[in-house]
């Protein structure tokens, strides 16, 4: 069967895409996220289908439907196209003719194969390379023979199945197994019918001696009951002694507290209170007095101090005139200063700059921002075309020099690739060793056959002998028997039967023996061997592809450097219209030049490149020229201002009576004015001041007022005139109040323990010592009524408690009949271990056998691959006797198990087995083999030899190689390579 196409409907990222399968050996190349192992699923998925919770992880994300179809060879010739979608279910497969078949025609066409055998023999990537180093031969029947019960990993689970059920039906040291758990329900039901006959003879005297309890506890309790009632009275009296006692001494001393009924109720609280609340009043009104009185003598005083208003009003603003007159001073000198300073400095720069020019020549120069671009173009330019004129020189001498170095590498080249016939030679040798190679696997894959053939007619030749003779003795002791019996009877009838039942036997026996002769003739004859021609040495087959090899990458180079050659030929032509275009714009440029030289004669003897730093100078140069005279006019008109401060402030000086400097004259009238500002300062302050503490006076007489008429009340309440008789007076009837809260508290007391008798009580004269001594008695009397009632009550239930396990119970010949029924459960139990028992050997039979058909084959088939892969460096795979694990055997007979290999070399071992169970397996079922990036750890040698055994198991097996790996495919051809992002389109 093969693969010859893939329609996607949509599968993971996959949209509504064609992927074709030309080739035998297809490998599918793509870089991560590319879509292979998508691809790969998709495959399996239409041959196979998926479990649910796979098909939610490629539902795709756009909405199109979950499927497609593969396009499919088989082994007959016949297209067959078989569609899966996500809304069918099943598989629909349409044949050549139209006819349409559905799953169990898929199931068919793979011969019974599942997706878990498939992946198991004919799938297999990197990740499954690590197994090979656990690897044991039981493991082998699991991992290289998963064919169901037409492969043993599905007889293993069956083993493994009957061998769990049956223990879990019985175990010769075990608890839990039904057998083992029925056997000890047996041991504990005889015990329990052992214990019930001697029960039933105690129940009687049982029931007795419970009921003289019962009665005995009944008394107890009556006794109980009536002491608990006196013992409940008396611990009132108890509990309510205490408040009894204070009760009586507290009403005896309210009495003496008659006289301060008409006290104000809180009155001293109230009164403290008010006291409380005024008293800081009285004290800001205090505090206010004295204030008022020290700021009204400090406002005389600073009135005495004061100038007039009209001589205030006049040097009011003699400060900022003052400051004016300084500022302006100032300014003009540090003005001078600069324009002097700037003066000097703007010459030094102009000589510095070289270009003979004055101060006044550079304030005349006309510059605009075109003469900037324009000197700007001219030194871009001359720099671009000095840079260019270098650049075509260099660029021309290595065009030149990589041209002649091109052709002598060409020339060396031919020297070194194969004539053409010697290249032909070569290939035909190659292709008549692969042909060799092939008659010889038929004639193996032949022998192999007759082998097998053999093998079942030698079986069926043994049978037919056997039952040849079986036939004969049975005949001829028949015949014996029916003489002796017509002998003793005297019969004919006997021995004609006899002689007939002799005659058919004999008879039988020469048809058995005509038929044997044949089937044993066929196969008696010599087998006959083809004799094939002799096979290339595998040292000489490899040197011979590694010279066509190197031919091939000869050749590819040679193409390359041949289309350098004509690349280099044409850049050197473009180089020469280049130089001519240049020369005529350095023509142009010298142009420009002698222009501008014309125009400015002080740019002559100066290189083109330091034009555009010249022009920002003499930029520069004209702002400084400006800034020069600008500052020369500022300080012409300060000098003005200045003389006009002098003549406001010369009135003001004489009329204060100030004969100095002018100069010394301003800053007397400002110390005056500073001076005259803070007295009046201070005026306004103190003023502000004397406002505010008469009003907080005012205020705070209004808030005295009312707590002064509260508290004359409360004295007028007491009947009192002296606030010391009200706060004695006061004392006094806290007392009173105290001692009536404390009688009110015990009284509550003695109602909440007697009720309605509290009044009763209170009237008795109690003796509280003989109270007491009554109490103890009562407890002692109590505790012992007790204890024999919690003696009885124990015994008692005791008794009811085995009365009640007697009634309870099962009775005798119920426990009799479980045990029978047990018994019968036992017997079907241990018939049904039994069946389980022998299922499990047959199993193990079966497994055994199917291992040794197909092991010896995988065994020999995989050790030639590996011999190849590791360049004879071992030469066979096999299972040790003991242990049964895999080993191979290196040149030197020395072995070594998977765990002792390199990880390379374990890796090549894994896949020469499952190389070897695919090509033993592929006769049968003819399926494709898919490899995804399995080689990753096989260095290049390797990696190549693995790619030639693989196109020559192409040659009756379809392949399909996923790898992300591009560097790596250089020796398969265009039809064999499916990139994934190049091959593939949308409808």
């Known amino acids: ?429 190659i292709e008549q060793h692969k042909s060799e190679m092939l008659k010889q696997q038929i004639y193996q894959e032949q022998q192999q056959k007759n082998k097998r053939q053999k093998d079942y007619v030698h079986q069926l030749l043994f049978k037919l002998k056997k039952a040849q003779h079986t036939f004969l003795g049975a005949s001829f002791i028949l015949l014996l028997l029916s003489f002796s019996v017509s002998y003793f009877t005297q019969s004919v009838t006997g021995y004609i039967f006899g002689a007939s039942v002799f005659l058919m036997g004999l008879l039988f026996w020469l048809v058995f023996g005509l038929i044997a002769k044949p089937l044993n003739k066929s196969f008696t004859s010599k087998e006959s061997y083809e004799s094939f021609a002799r096979f290339l040495p595998e040292l000489e087959l490899e040197h011979l592809k590694e010279k066509l090899r190197a031919h091939q990458r000869l050749e590819k180079e040679q193409d390359h450097f041949k289309k350098k050659l004509e690349k280099l030929t044409g850049s050197i032509h473009q180089l020469e219209g280049r130089k001519q275009y240049l020369e005529a714009k350095i023509k142009r440029l010298h142009q420009m030049i002698d222009e501008e030289l014309t125009r400015y004669p002080f740019l002559k003897g100066l290189e083109v490149n330091y034009w555009p730093s010249v022009y920002h100078q003499l930029i520069q140069l004209q702002r400084q020229a400006q800034n020069l005279a600008r500052k020369k006019a500022e300080m012409d008109q300060l000098s003005r201002k200045l003389k006009q401060q002098e003549a406001a402030v010369q009135p003001v000086a004489e009329k204060a009576g100030i004969a100095d400097s002018l100069d010394e004259g301003i800053k007397q009238l400002v110390n005056l004015y500073k001076q005259e500002f803070k007295i009046r300062e201070r005026m306004e302050y103190e003023q502000e001041r004397l406002k505010d503490i008469e009003k907080k006076m005012s205020r705070l007489q209004e808030k005295l007022d009312p707590y002064q008429k509260e508290i004359q009340t409360l004295l007028e309440m007491a009947g009192v005139k002296e606030e010391k008789d009200y706060l004695a007076m006061g004392q006094r009837y806290e007392k009173k109040q105290d001692l009536e809260e404390k009688l009110d508290y015990w009284h509550r007391q003695i109602q909440i323990i007697f009720s309605d008798q509290a009044e009763v009580v209170l009237q008795e004269a109690i003796d509280w010592d003989e109270l007491e001594l009554k109490m103890k008695k009562m407890d002692e009397k109590q505790k012992t009524i007790h204890q024999e009632i919690d003696t009885l009550t124990q015994q008692l239930a005791d008794l009811r408690a085995q009365k009640k396990q007697l009634e309870e119970s099962e009775t005798l010949s119920d426990r009799r009949h479980q045990l029978s029924l047990l018994k019968n459960e036992l017997k079907e139990q241990a018939r049904h271990w039994a069946v389980l028992k022998t299922a499990e050997s047959l199993i193990k039979e079966t497994k055994k056998v199917y291992q040794e058909e197909y092991m010896p084959a995988v065994m020999e088939q995989a050790s030639n691959y590996f011999h190849k892969l590791t360049g004879g460096q071992y030469q066979k795979v096999m299972l040790a006797d003991a242990s049964d694990t895999l080993e191979v055997a290196n040149k030197n007979q020395m072995r070594f198990q998977p765990a002792e290999l390199s990880e390379g070399t374990a890796s090549q071992l894994y896949v020469s087995l499952r190389l070897a169970l695919s090509d033993v397996m592929n006769a049968d079922y003819g399926l494709p083999f898919i490899i995804d990036d399995a080689f990753v750890h096989f260095d290049r040698s390797r990696e190549q030899e693995m790619h030639d055994i693989l196109q020559d198991l192409a040659q009756k097996q379809q392949i399909l190689y996923f790898t992300c790996h591009d560097e790596r495919l250089s020796s398969f051809n265009n039809e064999q390579l499916l990139r994934l992002e190049k091959h593939t389109f949308s409808l």
């Open 1 to 429: 069967m093969r693969i010859e196409k893939a329609h996607i409907f949509g599968f993971g990222k996959w949209d509504d895409e064609i992927i074709d399968f030309p080739a035998p050996f297809q490998v599918i190349q793509g870089p991560n996220e590319s879509g292979k192992t998508s691809l790969k699923q998709f495959i399996l998925y239409i041959l196979f289908g998926l479990p649910p919770s796979m098909k939610k992880v490629y539902t795709p994300k756009h909405g199109k439907p979950l499927g497609g179809r593969l396009f499919i060879r088989t082994e007959e010739g016949e297209q067959v196209i078989v569609e899966r979608t996500n809304d069918a279910g099943e598989a629909e497969c349409v044949l050549e003719g139209g006819r349409v078949e559905g799953e169990e025609y898929l199931h068919s066409l793979l011969k019974g194969m599942d997706r878990h055998t498939f992946e198991g023999i004919f799938a297999f990537g990197d990740r499954d390379l690590a197994k090979i180093r656990d690897l044991k031969g039981e493991d082998l029947g699991k991992v290289l023979f998963g064919v169901g019960m037409t492969g043993s990993d599905r007889i293993s689970r069956m083993e493994k199945t009957f061998e769990k059920k049956a223990g879990d039906w019985f175990k010769k040291r075990g608890k839990n197994p039904v057998i083992n758990e029925q056997i000890q329900k047996l041991k504990t039901l005889q015990n329990k019918i052992d214990e019930l006959e001697q029960k039933e003879k105690d129940y009687s005297t049982l029931v007795e001696k419970i009921n003289d309890i019962e009665q005995a506890i009944k008394g107890k309790k009556q006794d109980k009951e009536e002491l608990e009632r006196k013992q409940l009275q008396w611990n009132k009296y108890l509990q309510a002694k205490e408040a009894i006692q204070h009760y009586h001494m507290l009403k005896k001393d309210v009495l003496e507290y008659q006289d301060v009924d008409s006290f104000p109720h809180n009155g001293l609280e109230r009164l403290e209170d008010l006291k409380h609340q005024s008293l800081p009043l009285i004290s800001d009104m205090n505090a206010l007095t004295k204030n008022k009185e020290e700021i009204s003598e400090q406002i005389n005083q600073i009135k005495q101090e004061m100038l007039s208003n009209e001589m205030y009003d006049r040097i009011k603003n003699m400060e900022h005139i003052a400051q004016n007159y300084e500022r302006l001073k100032s300014e003009i000198e540090q003005k001078r200063i600069e324009w002097e300073e700037g003066r000097k400095s703007l010459g030094r720069e102009i000589e510095l700059t070289g270009l003979h020019l004055t101060i006044e020549d550079i304030q005349d120069l006309e510059l605009s921002v075109f003469t900037e671009d324009k000197w700007k173009e001219i030194h871009q330019g001359y720099q671009e075309l000095h840079y260019e004129q270098e650049q075509i020189e260099q660029e021309e001498s290595h065009l030149v020099k990589e041209q002649k170095e091109t052709e002598e590498y060409l020339s060396k080249l031919n020297e070194k690739m194969l004539a053409p016939g010697e290249q032909k030679e070569i290939e035909n040798r």
